[in-house]
């Protein structure tokens, strides 16, 4: 069956970075788009980031030129690279599996903690 696993999490300074990775197995990783979602203490789990099968990239633009999507199809892996971080950036991160492109997704990992403080 499909499985998302992430990992990477922690706790960092504000201005520090981390480097999130999500390891697939389970499906035919490299016709799926993926994407990163997040979701803070009550608030709706949101869709931050996204990468296609052909590697095109979306950000919301709260993220947009701090973190950075990618992919490795040969190591079944997607990767969220977060610079210049900052408190609101504290959440639950999650990969998701997508369809159509990423018009919706399908299947979610467990979940990785990254909390921004000083």
């Known amino acids: 069956q499909v499985r998302l696993v992430e990992s990477g999490g922690g706790l960092v300074q504000p201005g520090g970075s981390l480097r999130l990775s999500c390891a697939a197995s389970?499906?035919?990783?490299?016709?799926?788009?993926m994407g990163w979602y997040r979701q803070a203490p009550g608030q709706q789990r949101e869709l931050i980031a996204s990468?296609?099968?052909?590697?095109?990239?979306k950000y919301v633009d709260s993220v947009k030129d701090r973190f950075t999507i990618s992919r490795d199809n040969a190591k079944k892996t997607v990767y969220l690279q977060m610079n210049s971080l900052k408190v609101e950036d504290t959440a639950i991160y999650y990969c998701?599996?997508?369809?159509?492109?990423?018009?919706?997704?399908?299947?979610w990992g467990q979940g990785t903690q990254v909390t921004v403080s000083s």
């Open positions: 990468i296609t099968e052909a590697g095109r990239t």
């Open positions: 998701a599996r997508g369809r159509d492109g990423g018009i919706r997704y399908d299947y």
């Open positions: 389970g499906m035919i990783f490299s016709i799926y788009a």
